[in-house]
């Protein structure tokens, strides 16, 4: 099976060649990395100190694994720590959240056995970490031959995802085998995982990594920034939409114009806050055509800062850092067929939060959220109904100052609830920490 898994995916890997080609040529996303991923890596010079990996795939597991990594330094200060993303938007946000407690971060190898070993050799990892479920076959097989102990934490494993890989069963079998542990945030999730075959004692519910979220200095610091830049005030309250999807943006710029027509002297102001980056011209556009005043977080320092009444937020790893502005919180990718983008950041801030009906992604965790009081949750919409359902939604949200803080307070104590994954990851999994590598 593993040859036939390399065969398909070497042939695939030729066939996007031209994509990459193309990519390198108009700077698109598909080339970030490529030589990194060839095995070309920055300088690291090895000494005595144990090096653990932690592998997150973008910008949502690495934000998770912000807890992981304080506590892993807080406990094991001699411990190196590399931290590997697939997408650039996962790298960017590393780099700049990792500089001070990473050796490296870096791009993940194609998942070739010659370059996952030229990491292995580069490195000599005595941990792997996989946050959520990274199953790359061959990084986890030569990972375990070369003596690392393996782990997948904060795991998650969809229906859809389980679906896909039971038709590869013994396959699974074989490559979760490899693993130590499976340290899983939900029963479902753990349940998931051991019907494609990984024993029970190797498998741990410790909750979602998620919910240990706190907003850190520099973080602090931008959201002053964001505050006197764009003049943020109560008389003027700040709706966020954060993490959008096409068509989120459209209706919620429509939405945002019916807002507008009834909320008397305190009109709001709008910040956009697109999932993905490629998408920010796109979005601009949109805003462009709407006959509002906007400003954009990337251009230069200007007198319409504080004034315009929309405001892109086109840049990578301060949204967290604008959520603590906001009146209200709108988390995107809910809307659509995709599964919903996190609500755990805007919880943990204490603000009022509305998502639409599709939330597959964070399914458990949205339902605790609902049984508290804690989120408004849409019904589902079509492109006629998606306006007005926004504007009623928002529109009630801010003229209710009491029910503001009611779904606030209850987000809070929902996150302090369960709070605590973190520091149990690192509990379970110090054996592994204090191996001397060789199996």
Known sequence: MFFLYGLLYTLAFILMLPVFALSAVFRGKHAAGFFQRLGFLPKFKLDKRPVVWIHCVSVGETNAARPLVDELKAKFPGHRVIVSTVTRTGQKLARAIFKDTADCVFYVPFDFRWTVRRVLRHFEPRVLLLMETEIWFNLIRESYKSGARIAIVNGRLSQRSLDRYTKIKQFMKRILGYLDFALMQENDDATRI????????????????????????????????LQERFGIASDAPLIIAASTHSPEEKWILDAFKEIWKSSGDNLPRLMLAPRHPERFAEVAALMKATGFTWVRRSEKVSSRDKTAEIILLDSIGELRAAYPLAEAVFVGGSLIPHGGQSIFEPAAIGKPIITGSYTANFEASVNEFLEKYALIQLEPVTEKTAVSTLATAFGDLLKDENKRKELGLNALEVMEHNRGAAVRTIDYITPMLNSRGAR
């Open 194 to 225: 051991m019907s494609l075959g990984l024993r029970a004692s190797k498998v741990r519910v410790l909750g979602n990594l998620k919910f240990d979220h706190d907003l850190d200095e520099n973080e602090n610091a931008i959201t002053a920034e």
